[in-house]
């Protein structure tokens, strides 16, 4: 009941597939859709959209982790595509988007957990350096988080979904920004993940290439390497 497709990435996952600084994500829930970021070139996200052969007139909802330029890049051109799409995004920044897109429905979320739609939540808008939600889906194997660039902390982020959904974590994806971090730092994430039981670890975009290195290493058959095209379930 659950399929994640990564739309835009930093790395290729499949061939065909073109990539950029960014990250989007299509997930599918019981059938219906969900846009997670939009990347930040249209005519690659367009691209990809198209080689998936995603009909973007069936997703009627697109979550915005934070109003950075490399998940907001492709907004107006889904917009365009879908104008009934109904948009989600943190009180931070939900009135710029209402103002420039006077025609879209913007949904604010706030600091509180939100539930989208049947079994999927916005952690709410977590303090970090960035304002930021995250992405929880209940499925049937346990819960997905999906991370547009985890500015609040990946471990905060995990404890918030914890707190959403009363079951194990099994799936980690997107970006976990850990660009700065020392190996001591990346051994405390690693070894938190793994205290969760996560089952697949499948970080990409802003992780870093270390902490990529290092997770690989770390999680071993559990880490995946993605980028766009690649599906996750």
Known sequence: NFELLILFDNFVGKSGFKNG???SALVSVSNTLLLFDTGSDPGILLHNIRRAGVDLKR?????????H????????AVIRLNPDIKVFAGFSFAGELKK???????????????????GV??????????????????????????MGCAHPGVINILKRAKEIIKKDIYLIAGGLHLLDKTI????????YIDKLGVRIVAPSH????????FFKNYFKNKFVKV??????K
Not at 69 to 76: A, C, F, K, L, Y
Not at 206 to 213: I, M, W
């Open 21 to 23: 600084w960014g990250y």
């Open 59 to 67: 997703v009627p909802y697109l979550a915005l982790s934070h109003y």
């Open 69 to 76: 330029w490399d998940h907001t890049g492709g907004i107006e």
């Open 100 to 118: 420039k897109y006077p025609k879209a429905e913007v949904i604010e979320v706030g600091k509180k957990p939100f539930q989208i739609m049947n």
């Open 121 to 146: 939540w916005l952690t709410g808008e977590l303090q970090g350096v960035v304002k930021e939600n995250s992405l929880v889906v209940n499925t049937e194997k346990g819960v997905a988080v999906i």
């Open 184 to 191: 001591s730092e990346l051994r405390e994430i690693a070894e």
């Open 206 to 213: 802003c992780t870093g290439e270390d902490a990529l290195k």
């Open 227 to 232: 980028g766009a095209g690649s599906i996750l």
